[in-house]
Each structure stands twice: as C-alpha cells, then as structure tokens.
Nanobody, 123 residues
Framework: VQLVESGGGLVQAGDSLRLSCAVS????????MGWFRQPPGKEREFVAAQRGVRGTTYYADSVKGRFTVSRDNAKNTVYLQMNSLKPEDTAVYYCAAEAGGKGLSQVTEYDYWGQGTQVTVSS
C-alpha cells in the first residue's frame, strides 16, 4: 500500500493550494480518506475526511469554509483544496486511509499513512 502526497509549498497568507494524495495497493473506493496536519512542535491533528462510498465529508472547525476535501475514485486520488490560507495553517500535511467504518477524526482510526508534504504560509 502506498499513499503519496504532493502539492505542498510556500505561499502567502490568503493564497490557495491544492494537495493531492495518490493511493495504490488497496480498494480505494472502499476506504475513507482523511487529511491530518502536524504543525511544528505540536501533535498531529485532524483536518478533513471523506467516506468512500457515500462521499460524506467532515471538517475540523478551524478549516471549515476554507478547505474542501474531494476524491476521484477513478484515479484513486484524494484532494484537499485549501483557500484563504493563514500562517497557522503551516504544517506537514498527511493523507491517511481508513477501512471498517470507524470514526475519522483520530490518528489511531487510520490504517495507512502517506509520508507528508510541507505547507508553509507566510504572513
């Protein structure tokens, strides 16, 4: 199983970025996909997630209205569109895959993880 994130970078406050996570080695459609982030010196935290079949989405309060999670099941890829970025969004962003209908907001609920991509937002 491989999850490979891309799309991170250095941007200014107010800019947008779209992260991608390409998944291989598992039945993508059957997995919920989540995005987490780990700011410098802090714990990894939930950002957003989307169920595989119904496509229901979930967001952390801190990103609601600014970030959008989506998936293309034909391409085995999940995306995180990030708009109106703020300096406090600076973090390493990880995608993760979850099977089995568990909750989606905790690190321990996920089965597979990508290596992460750095997002830095300057003020």
């Amino acid at each position: 199983v491989q999850l490979v994130e891309s799309g991170g970078g250095l941007v200014q406050a107010g800019d947008s970025l779209r992260l991608s996570c390409a998944v291989s080695g598992l039945p993508f459609r059957n997995y919920a996909m989540g995005w987490f982030r780990q700011p410098p010196g802090k714990e990894r935290e939930f950002v957003a997630a989307q169920r595989g079949v119904r496509g229901t989405t979930y967001y952390a309060d801190s990103v609601k209205g600014r970030f959008t999670v989506s998936r293309d099941n034909a391409k085995n890829t999940v995306y995180l569109q990030m708009n109106s970025l703020k300096p406090e969004d600076t973090a390493v962003y990880y995608c993760a895959a979850e099977a089995g209908g568990k909750g989606l907001s905790q690190v321990t609920e996920y089965d597979y993880w990508g290596q992460g991509t750095q997002v830095t937002v300057s003020s």
